[in-house]
């Protein structure tokens, strides 16, 4: 496991190739694999899935942490155009280097 980052999110950037996720149409297996989506936050796009299209807006009050999760989905209102294939993707959420002292 890579300790500086969750893992829920080293296991999707090590799988790349599902993503990214269209919270209107996966099931709920795929979207508990997206990062910043949480059990409930899952159950209550389902639910709302059964009224009508979820868009990106929508995913906020759910409590999605879109900080993490937009790299992951589309949702009318929202595509990640390549984001999920950028070689440096792992460096947006990963922890800035810190240079130690010895003293």
Known sequence: ?????????????AHR?????DVNRAP??????VPGFG??????????RQHGAVRYDHLKAMGAVLKTAKAFISAPGWSP???TDAATLRARFAPAPVQLSLF
Do not use: H, S
């Open 1 to 13: 496991l890579d300790l500086e980052i969750d893992p829920k999110l080293a296991w999707a950037l």
């Open 17 to 21: 190739a599902a993503f990214p996720v």
């Open 28 to 33: 709920r297996e795929m979207l508990l694999r």
């Open 39 to 48: 059990t409930k936050t899952v159950g209550r796009i389902l639910d709302a």
């Open 81 to 83: 155009r390549g984001m």
